[in-house]
Nanobody, 122 residues
Framework: AQVLMESGGGSVQAGGSLKLSCVAS????????MGWFRQAAGKEREGVAS??????WTRYPDSVRGRFTISRDGTNVYLQMNSLIPEDTAVYFC?????????????????WGRGTQVTVSS
């Protein structure tokens, strides 16, 4: 059974917004750091947001800071994406981490969803 499931992807024009959701099933996430990652065609997977278990602490790379916002409630984790640009086009994944700090490194995460496609046109 898939333990993390993403939804909310789609196609938008540059400048638009999307909100991604990640639902956990049969997996405890309330005490874990969670993250959102993306992988564009032909590129390595990169972290775009990380959040603490309480939701009080977040971390973003420079490429999305000020445009993306990660949040969580219960077993759900969200990624609000505003001012989208074509370079944001990728498959977006949510993931659960066993480490006890904010991380944008894929290697620090051990459970992954299957991803949702986001396409931004110019």
């Amino acid at each position: 059974a898939q333990v993390l499931m993403e939804s909310g992807g789609g196609s938008v024009q540059a400048g638009g917004s999307l909100k991604l959701s990640c639902v956990a099933s049969e997996l405890t996430v309330s005490s874990n750091y969670m993250g959102w990652f993306r992988q564009a065609a032909g590129k390595e997977r990169e972290g775009v947001a990380s959040i603490s278990p309480s939701g009080d602490w977040t971390r973003y790379p420079d490429s999305v800071r000020g445009r993306f916002t990660i949040s969580r409630d219960g077993t759900n984790v969200y990624l609000q994406m505003n001012s989208l640009i074509p370079e944001d086009t990728a498959v977006y994944f949510c993931a659960r981490s066993p480490v006890k700090y904010l991380s944008l490194k894929p290697g620090d995460y051990n459970y992954w969803g299957r991803g949702t496609q986001v396409t931004v046109s110019s």
